[in-house]
């Protein structure tokens, strides 16, 4: 038996969201090790941000959608991981950002996660979206204000993370 797992390429005017490559590794590695980390749980080893790569893949094959590595169109640098994620104990389905130090402030996250809501509302057909953002992290706070969503009642998980929830606006409020 062969399982064979398709990820789409989404571009946009100067990002191309796609499959993480190995190329990828050491961009991505050198985030989760770092304190920029602190609202994605935290920093980790090098062995442990393999791991979580590998689960940005890995949820593609569970939940049929996932998070992309964000690049740079013009020189396919990694920048960040944005897209679709979706828990075993979240409430609903996200979308979620990260962005790489190189990319901070460069509206990268912006660009990105709106390429993501239109996928997740125009290919998938999903009718609403949420962002889950640590307390505290206030640049997040502001991309989800920026994207148009409001502030929903908090939840923790299973294992104790507490998270406020942003709620996107609709695909017909968005018409």
Same mark, same amino acid.
């Given at each position: 038996?062969?399982?064979?797992?398709?990820?789409?390429?989404?571009?946009?005017?100067?990002?191309?969201?796609?499959?993480? @490559?190995?190329?990828? #590794? +050491?961009?991505?590695?050198?985030? /989760?090790?770092?304190?920029?980390?602190?609202?994605?749980?935290?920093?980790?080893?090098?062995?442990?941000? #393999?791991?979580?790569?590998?689960?940005?893949?890995?949820?593609?094959?569970?939940?049929?959608?996932? !998070? $992309?590595?964000?690049? +740079?169109?013009?020189?396919?640098?990694?920048?960040?991981?944005?897209?679709? #994620?979706?828990?075993? @104990?979240?409430?609903?389905?996200?979308?979620? $950002?990260?962005?790489?130090?190189?990319?901070?402030? /460069?509206?990268?996250?912006?660009?990105?996660?709106?390429?993501?809501? !239109?996928?997740?509302?125009?290919?998938?057909? $999903?009718?609403?979206?949420?962002?889950?953002?640590?307390?505290?992290?206030? !640049?997040?706070?502001?991309?989800? /204000?920026?994207?148009?969503?409001?502030?929903?009642? @908090? #939840?923790?998980?299973? +294992?104790?993370?507490?998270?406020?929830?942003?709620?996107?606006?609709?695909?017909?409020?968005?018409?």
């Amino acid at each position: 038996m062969t399982t064979t797992l398709t990820i789409p390429t989404v571009e946009t005017e100067n990002l191309r969201l796609r499959c993480p @490559d190995w190329s990828d #590794f +050491d961009a991505f590695a050198a985030f /989760r090790m770092s304190n920029r980390a602190e609202h994605v749980g935290g920093a980790c080893t090098r062995t442990q941000a #393999f791991d979580k790569l590998g689960e940005i893949i890995g949820h593609w094959h569970l939940r049929g959608y996932g !998070r $992309w590595m964000v690049a +740079d169109k013009t020189t396919d640098a990694p920048l960040g991981v944005v897209g679709l #994620f979706f828990p075993d @104990d979240w409430p609903e389905p996200e979308i979620a $950002w990260s962005v790489f130090e190189a990319a901070e402030g /460069r509206g990268v996250a912006y660009e990105a996660s709106l390429a993501a809501r !239109r996928y997740a509302y125009d290919t998938l057909g $999903w009718t609403t979206a949420i962002s889950c953002v640590s307390p505290g992290n206030t !640049r997040s706070v502001a991309l989800a /204000r920026r994207l148009g969503c409001t502030r929903e009642e @908090d #939840f923790t998980t299973r +294992d104790g993370l507490h998270l406020e929830v942003y709620r996107h606006p609709a695909p017909e409020d968005l018409a």
